[in-house]
Nanobody
Framework: HVQLVESGGDSVQTGGSLRLSCSTS????????IGWYRQSPGNECELVST???????YYADSVKGRFIISQDKSKNAVYLQMNMLKSEDTAMYYC??????????????????????WGQGTQVTVS
């Protein structure tokens, strides 16, 4: 069955870096879009970044230039490199998957409802 497991969350100082990993099983990354979301207490779940099977990338304005999404199809893993971390990056980070929607001229999947599979999350705290 489909499973996504996040890891790499930690407590870091402002300006530091972290690399989150999303290990997937039950499907191959070819043919799927993978997104990273985050949610902090009292706030809505926010899409941070997404990547499709062609390695096209999308970033929220709040992380553009600081975060990098990548995938290793041989390991069925997707990563989120987070640099220049700010206190406002503090949140639970989730990876999510959906069968490819982002092809050709179609926009990347941005809404939570577009993703069918979710991990349990990994906590990032920046102070």
């Amino acid at each position: 069955h489909v499973q996504l497991v996040e890891s790499g969350g930690d407590s870091v100082q402002t300006g530091g870096s972290l690399r989150l990993s999303c290990s997937t099983s039950g499907f191959t990354l070819d043919g799927y879009d993978i997104g990273w979301y985050r949610q902090s207490p009292g706030n809505e779940c926010e899409l941070v970044s997404t990547v499709n099977s062609d390695d096209s990338e999308y970033y929220a304005d709040s992380v553009k230039g600081r975060f990098i999404i990548s995938q290793d199809k041989s390991k069925n893993a997707v990563y989120l490199q987070m640099n220049m971390l700010k206190s406002e990056d503090t949140a639970m980070y989730y990876c999510a998957a959906t069968k490819t929607r982002w092809v050709g001229s179609r926009p990347p999947p941005l809404a939570e409802s577009e993703y069918n599979y979710w991990g349990q999350g990994t906590q990032v705290t920046v102070s």
